[in-house]
């Protein structure tokens, strides 16, 4: 999941977009699903062979949450610089804890091979030594958030968090498309459009797949922000006339979207994958309204808890799974399969969710308040835009 915005129902906040938000939390939980290296049965299933394009649904999130909070409130160097500081709190904290996590992680696999416990296995290279993609360039580029920009081969240390580094240099592009070109035209859109389709594009020529992380990321998650934005435009437009159309229609629409987005993720490999901007512009246009009663289901409370820890579940996740798969080996002889696969993916995401939300509430709220209580290298701004 992205570094995703959060989203508050609070009184000083007009806008809460319930659905979006419980299907944030429902597709952590997919990625945490994902990214298990066991096999289940879940993890058979069509969907989660496709399942990296789910990070895009993430992306296009964020920006239609930033448009629509922040689209007309930004104002200048100094709202600007107070923007990127909320969302380097929002980010940042969970993101240093966790590579902390992993670097701990590095260490006691070269303390586990100097002592004998571990084997090393042919062509295995053990972290921050000799060729290691794991060393202090890489973890120099976590610390500056520039690792989904193809200074490294491969992943390093936290995998998912390449989308953090990612959609923090595209809060930065957000705000200078704010600033300094203030789209309100049909036309700006046209061209914002435009451009997005061409990152596809560029995209589709030099990757087989949408499966993009590491090189140009960055790229990736550009243009599936900017549908975001896209989405929230024509949210603001279509709004006086949708918001007329009935429960009825609104539930057909989105039974229409879940199976049409379902079959693209199924269906839709390979190239296809490029054509996805359609599909979450379209799907974060439609239940934005929380019309229909698919909406009503996703905005259930169970929903909205998991997207309060979700960006703690898409950044512990993968830690976990790593410490499932080395236990379960060691124990079992062989990681479990079928049945009782399942059974170890239940207890896996218990895990996920109460390590989930201690971080969110020891590490990622006190990180965020107390950077957010920072003051400013220049006159204080006042505190005009929400808290997201």
């Not at 389709?197 to 990321?217: E, H, K, M, Q």
Request: with cysteine.
């Amino acid at each position: 999941m992205s570094g995703p915005a959060e989203i508050k129902p609070q009184s000083g906040q007009p806008e809460y977009y319930a659905a979006l938000d419980g299907f944030r939390g429902l597709l952590a939980v997919f990625v945490a699903v994902y990214h298990t290296i066991w096999l289940s049965h879940p993890q058979r299933w069509a969907f989660f062979e496709n399942g990296p394009v789910i990070i895009d649904l993430f992306f296009a999130l964020s920006g239609f949450l930033m448009w629509r909070l922040y689209s007309k409130k930004l104002q200048g160097p100094a709202g600007a610089l107070q923007f990127m500081k909320r969302r380097f709190a929002r980010l940042y904290p969970l993101h240093v804890f966790m590579l902390a996590v992993f670097v701990g992680f590095a260490i006691l696999r070269l303390v586990a091979h100097k002592i004998g416990i571990a084997e090393t296995t042919p062509g295995e290279v053990l972290p921050f030594e000799t060729g290691s993609i794991e060393n202090w360039g890489s973890l120099l580029q976590h610390l500056t958030l520039t690792h989904a920009f193809g200074f490294e081969e491969a992943l390093t240390f936290n995998p998912p968090s390449w989308t953090i580094g990612a959609e923090f240099w595209t809060y930065l592009v957000f705000v200078g498309v704010v600033l300094w070109c203030r789209p309100s035209k049909f036309w700006h859109f046209v061209i914002m459009a435009l451009l997005v389709s061409l990152i596809y594009f560029a995209l589709s020529r030099v990757r087989p797949n949408l499966n993009i992380t590491y090189d140009l990321g960055f790229w990736r998650c550009l243009a599936g922000f900017f549908s975001g934005v896209l989405a929230a435009a024509s949210f603001a437009y279509l709004r006086p006339y949708l918001r007329k159309l009935s429960v009825k229609g609104f539930t057909a629409l989105e039974i229409t979207m879940v199976l049409l987005g379902t079959a693209f993720v199924i269906y839709c490999g390979g190239k296809l994958q490029f054509l996805v901007g359609p599909i979450i512009f379209s799907f974060i246009l439609l239940f934005a309204f929380d019309g229909g009663l698919i909406s009503r289901f996703m905005s259930r409370p169970i929903f909205l808890y998991l997207a309060k820890i979700s960006y703690s579940v898409y950044m512990t996740h993968v830690i976990i799974a790593f410490a499932f798969g080395i236990v379960l080996k060691r124990g079992l002889g062989e990681l479990p399969t079928g049945w009782a696969g399942d059974f170890w993916l239940g207890i896996y995401l218990c895990v996920v969710l109460v390590v989930s939300h201690l971080t969110w509430r020891f590490v990622e709220k006190p990180g965020g308040r107390w950077i957010r209580a920072l003051q400013l290298p220049q006159k204080r701004v006042a505190k005009t835009e929400p808290s997201v």
